[in-house]
Structures are given as C-alpha cells and as structure tokens.
C-alpha cells in the first residue's frame, strides 16, 4: 500500500470519529516550529503548579506521520491519566474522570483537589521552596486503538498539545478558536517491528 493511500484510510478513520472534525498532515516545517512550541511550554509555569513535560507531544515528533485533527465537546479523550504530577521521580498526583472516587478524595485531609485534579499528598506542596525541585506536569503520550488496527499503520499515539502548539494547528486548519474546540496529535509509523500488516 502507498503512503498516500495509507494516510487518506487514516485521515477517514480518524474524520469518522465522533467529535472529530477537520484533519492535516504536517510537514517537516511544522515539525520543527511544534518542537520549539513544546519546549518554550515546558518552561512555563502549568496551571500554577509546576513546569511541563508533554511526553505525548516529543513521542508523537518521533513517527513517521503527524495528523492534527480537531475535536468538539463530543470527542472522548483517552482513558485517564491524561495529566500526571511528578516530584522526585515519584507520582503525586493526576486527573481524574471518576466523580465518586474525585468526591472520596475530596473527603480525604492528606489530599487537595483542583477541579479534576488531585494531589495526593498535599505536604508535597508546601514542601516546594526555590532549592527544592518543582512538581513536573507530564501529558503522557495516548494509545490509539482506532487507528492502530488499520492496515499499515504501527505505534499510533495520541497527544494533547499546549496551548500554543493548539493555536498553531487551528491556524494551519485555517479554523477559528471558538469555545469547546481543541486539537489533538496523532502520529503512527509506517514500517516497524511489531509484524503490523
């Protein structure tokens, strides 16, 4: 199968998934102007807690395709976690999308809660002072079962970009930024290990 050919079923597979909406399949530019996007956010200061590291986004720059898509308040995101907090290579925290067990945390003294966040050991936070390594806010690259299973396609992975990274795609889609839209990175390789077909 040509990579052409293989990029349009994926572009389909993907377009046919509720709340998903336009898709794109960068170029080598892109790549790079998303790299240096990435980087300038992981220095940033992520919803006040720490600076970033989107895995997902540095696993999706190493496939062999990338397609943008859109999404809508419709799309479902991947299963959690699809945010995890990290201090001193430990665990202390990720998003959660289960209400009850997010109500039992919020019961819980040693944790604190934000929105569908949750810390699990709040001391962690008033231990952080300038010497103290920060809490690093990890986007863990997603499994794409969807399009994994398409023929010719191996490793598709699923990012959730930042910010500016999200403003960049919409731009290159020729959208608006409008309410309830967001975008995610799909990337896959074409020829790899795993004995795909």
Not at 63 to 88: A, K, S
Request: glycine content about 8%; aromatic content about 4%; hydrophobic content about 35%.
């Amino acid at each position: 199968m040509e990579k052409d050919e293989i990029i349009k079923t994926v572009r389909e597979g993907l377009e046919s998934m509720v709340g998903v909406g336009r898709t794109l399949v960068l170029n080598d530019e892109d790549r790079k102007i998303i790299a240096q996007l990435e980087e300038k956010a992981d220095q940033m200061t992520l919803m006040g807690l720490g600076r970033g590291d989107n895995k997902g986004v540095k696993t999706v720059l190493q496939r062999d395709v990338i397609i943008p898509f859109q999404t809508t308040m419709e799309y479902e995101w991947p299963c959690g976690p699809n945010v995890i907090l990290m201090h001193d290579d430990k665990v202390v925290g990720e998003d959660i999308d289960d209400a009850d067990k997010l109500k039992s945390m919020e019961q819980n003294n040693d944790c604190l809660v934000i929105g569908n966040i949750v810390i699990y050991d709040k001391s962690v936070l008033t231990s952080l002072n300038c010497k103290s390594e920060p809490l690093v806010v990890v986007m863990p690259p997603k499994s794409c079962d969807d399009i994994e299973c398409l023929p010719h396609v191996c490793n598709a992975t699923l990012a959730s970009p930042s910010p500016p990274t999200d403003e960049y795609i919409k731009e290159r889609m020729g959208l608006e930024n409008e309410h309830g839209t967001g975008s995610f990175l799909l990337g896959f390789d074409l020829e790899c290990e795993c004995n795909c077909e």
